[in-house]
């Protein structure tokens, strides 16, 4: 062989079958291959193990669907490119034209415009109501046939607790699916609830450490092969790399959370108590308006934080500006603490009536807590409220 075909066809390394690596290996390929072309039909036609396009299914892909879907407490996972990428395939998976989805003001942003502008063109209608409301989510699904149900809990970023028992009664009562976006509260949250498709986002929690993005959808097998041929050919596959390096976040995911849970609790307790603090929303506090359907329905209440700081936009941002810690960015579930004023969360698609469902303020601040010592976050918040009027 002359070099250029040799670097081609690089020398096989054969790890022997009782000398396993570890930690598995990034299978960094495209393309899988078998000895014959008997064996390649075979496996398309579903009769045998074993890999050939990475667009359709991968190793490393395949190792950290198992790992999410059963710690979602479901049978079957598929990974996205991304967290919108989950949401969106997974509604494009599951609506046809003429469908009607139940949707909400206090939703995550590029999810209403998914449906109320790109689902709306090829014909799905829906209806916007507050997760607060459940009476109306009850009545919209008694009077509307309904094909899916999509909504997050705890909201962002107000951290409203949707009812999950009374929303997925009412769902399978009147045979609408539920899509829950469970992204804040965590694969080891809601499995316990009738869900029948959850959604992640990655980027968040999952990866851990802000460096990867990536998404999943979780279902149990049936709906999931039901999904999967559309999911597939719409293309938004995961890079092996990145699901390895979500996979290696994983390992650190309950100890990142838990720590989280405990800084955000301590952070939060922290700013009830301040003078220059209105108010404090966090799912943990017993001041929270929905804390004992939050403690019933979840095991802990995740790292966001939010608060009305006395005073007007100004004050929001002369605090928001005075922190040292806390980066100003978006996004969650990092090691990192971040901030995020009100001001920048506004949301420019609601109507008056929506806006005012969604809750956020001039003076709302929204913090992510991270995994730093919570004695130099609270020192930090403190020296910025020191600054305000
Ligand atoms: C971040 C987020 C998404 C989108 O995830 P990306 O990975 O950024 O695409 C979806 N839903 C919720 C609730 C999120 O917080």
Redesign the pocket.
Known sequence: MKPSTRVNHPPEVHVPADNRPLVAPVYQSVKFTFGSIGETERHGRGEREGFYYSRISNPTLRQLELTLAQLQGREDCLLTA????A?NLALLALCKQDDHVVLFAEM?Q??RYMVRRLLARYGVRHTMLSIADTDAIERTLETTPTRLVIF?TPS?PMLKIADLERITAAARAHRALTVL?N??AGFHNHGQFDIDVF?H????YASGHGDV???AIIANRATLNAMRPDLIVTGATLDPHAAFLVQRGMKTYFLRYERQCENALAVARFLEAHPKVESVCYPGLPSHPQHALARRQMHDFGSVVTFSIRGDRATARTFTEALRLFAISA??GSTESLVQPGQIMRPRDLNEAEREWAGIADTTVRLSIGIEDAADLIADLEQALARCP
Not at 201 to 204: A, C, E, Y
């Open positions: 991304s967290g919108v990428a949401v995550y590029p999810t997050e962002n976006d992204t804040f959604v986002s990655l980027t968040k993005m990536g998404g996004s969650l």
